[in-house]
């Protein structure tokens, strides 16, 4: 500090700054120069300048997965949060008071453990569980239950439109036990005083969570929404593990870094991988963008 505050913090920001730069943005960097070439891995990549993306505009995979990820981007974050609003709220908000705080139901803390479970598990480890779940026949843990009863195994993810929805089902299963908590932190913030005036004005529970719950939950459900969107762009340890022939049956089930993958190290079209990449890149920023700016509004304090 002898010589200054700003040689000071310039110092402290130097290394995790050039740490940022090398391993995020020059590999971005990297991306959008292969994009404009027709690398394909061995030989000398030539500039094709934007003929990939030109292609992109005609590839009915590449708007499979784009119309996919519109499918993930609507019920991923409005099932997913929906089911942790409703599990957040009961776990913090959902029993009686007790010495003026409010309480969860009973055993809260036994049930936060078990709704964070998935979070421990790899995303692998998750899809090849549940191909033990869907898997179509007397072993397979719902067709099982149903086969004894006498009934039809329902082909999950074989049928087309089946595929994409079991899909879905597991990444919120994997998902909904980090907004569990996530949620539960923000309503445990907020001050028991404000629920017992809002009973003792009549409130009921329902009216508690919509009236007083959501609106100074705000901020938190405007980052999670923003997290499960840009999960949406991804999913893809999920579909290349538990789908068949990774985005399947006919493309069902593909999403964009699925392309990205097959591009790439199936066919060896790096260049072209990379503009699907960029492409994805330029997606998931503009989701971002738009929904921090179209949630934006007024801080409610307490």
Do not use: C
């Amino acid at each position: 500090m002898r010589h200054g505050k700003y040689p000071f913090v310039i110092g402290f920001l130097f290394a995790p700054v050039a740490l940022y730069v090398t391993f995020v943005i020059w590999p971005y960097a990297q991306a959008f120069q292969i994009s404009m070439t027709n690398w394909r891995g061995l030989s000398a990549p030539q500039w094709v300048g934007f003929d990939n993306y030109r292609r992109l505009l005609d590839d009915g995979a590449f708007w499979k997965a784009v119309q996919h990820h519109g499918v993930l981007l609507l019920a991923l974050p409005l099932i997913t949060i929906a089911i942790a609003l409703f599990f957040a709220f009961l776990l913090n908000v959902g029993g009686k008071s007790s010495g003026g705080q409010r309480q969860g139901v009973w055993g809260a803390k036994f049930y936060r453990v078990v709704f964070f479970f998935p979070q421990v598990l790899a995303v692998a480890i998750i899809a090849v569980l549940f191909q033990m779940v869907y898997r179509p026949n007397e072993s397979g843990l719902i067709n099982g239950v149903l086969m004894k009863f006498g009934l039809e195994p329902i082909l999950f993810l074989v049928k087309p439109n089946l595929a994409l929805w079991s899909i879905i089902a597991v990444l919120v299963w994997q998902a909904v036990g980090f907004y569990v908590v996530l949620f539960s932190a923000g309503m445990a913030s907020i001050p028991g005083e404000i629920y017992e005036a809002a009973e003792m004005d009549g409130a009921t529970k329902v009216t508690l969570f919509f009236r007083v719950t959501l609106p100074l939950l705000w901020d938190t459900l405007q980052v999670a929404w923003v997290y499960l969107g840009i999960a949406a762009f991804d999913a893809f340890a999920i579909v290349a593990v538990l789908s068949v022939d990774g985005g399947g049956p006919d493309g069902a089930t593909t999403v964009l870094a699925m392309e990205i993958y097959r591009n790439a190290f199936v066919y060896s079209k790096y260049g072209y991988a990379s503009a699907m990449g960029v492409a994805l890149f330029f997606l998931t920023l503009t989701f971002a963008a738009l929904t921090l700016r179209l949630t934006k509004r007024e801080s409610v304090e307490y």
